[in-house]
T-cell receptor, first 114, second 113 residues
Framework: EADIYQTPRYLVIGTGKKITLECSQTMGHDKMYWYQQDPGMELHLIHYSYGVNSTEKGDLSSESTVSRIRTEHFPLTLESARPSHTSQYLC?????????????FGPGTRLTVT | GDSVTQMEGPVTLSEEAFLTINCTYTATGYPSLFWYVQYPGEGLQLLLKATKADDKGSNKGFEATYRKETTSFHLEKGSVQVSDSAVYFCALSAAGGSYIPTFGRGTSLIVHP
């Protein structure tokens, strides 16, 4: 059973607000990822981390930022939300013990910016 | 670069029908291949995987065989249920490459009673 949590599950917020989407995992996985999922369901990698104090940008340009101060925690922050940020955000994790490409996903946060 | 191509959806079937969702890939070497499933309102979860040519992955009545000669990993199920309605993602990870998989664009499956 995968133990990866995301909060909030749903968020409606006004333009210009600062928000943080939380992601935590209890499996001790060293690698964590953030994906943005568009309405057509396609996944876009926006950030990833291969360990504490390590963060990288993904394939899709994003105005969000991430931090990795603890192994189990990988929050994503939007300093000033805009309607274009409306999307589903999925957090995932993996470990060296797993085959490359095998990831565990959280339930997602559906963000709506009005 | 690596890529995964899935058939476009939605795929609409009646309960107990046979399911095939096509997936082909482009990669160097011998990648690992995966099918993930996303049920409504949830994140993705691994459905099955195959790590070498001719391997067959199976789970919950779903099967897929790693075909190196046709660079394919088609998902099949003999008799679908309404509860199988979900989005299915084919993915690959290149041998010795990044831990980040390359996903296909997803195929929506709708099963009617």
């Amino acid at each position: 059973e995968a133990d990866i949590y995301q909060t909030p599950r749903y968020l409606v917020i006004g333009t210009g607000k600062k928000i943080t989407l939380e992601c935590s995992q209890t499996m001790g996985h060293d690698k964590m990822y953030w994906y943005q999922q568009d309405p057509g369901m396609e996944l876009h990698l926006i950030h990833y981390s291969y360990g504490v104090n390590s963060t990288e940008k993904g394939d899709l340009s994003s105005e969000s930022t991430v931090s990795r101060i603890r192994t189990e925690h990988f929050p994503l922050t939007l300093e000033s939300a805009r309607p274009s940020h409306t999307s589903q955000y999925l957090c995932a994790s993996s470990a060296p013990s797993l085959p490359r490409g095998e990831q565990y996903f959280g339930p997602g946060t559906r963000l709506t910016v009005t | 670069g690596d890529s995964v191509t899935q058939m476009e959806g939605p795929v609409t079937l009646s309960e107990e029908a046979f399911l095939t969702i096509n997936c082909t890939y482009t990669a160097t070497g011998y990648p690992s291949l995966f099918w993930y499933v996303q049920y409504p309102g949830e994140g993705l979860q691994l459905l099955l995987k195959a790590t070498k040519a001719d391997d067959k992955g199976s789970n919950k009545g779903f099967e897929a065989t790693y075909r190196k000669e046709t660079t394919s990993f088609h998902l099949e199920k003999g008799s679908v249920q309404v509860s199988d309605s979900a989005v299915y993602f084919c993915a690959l990870s290149a041998a010795g490459g990044s831990y980040i998989p390359t996903f296909g664009r997803g195929t929506s499956l709708i099963v009617h009673p």
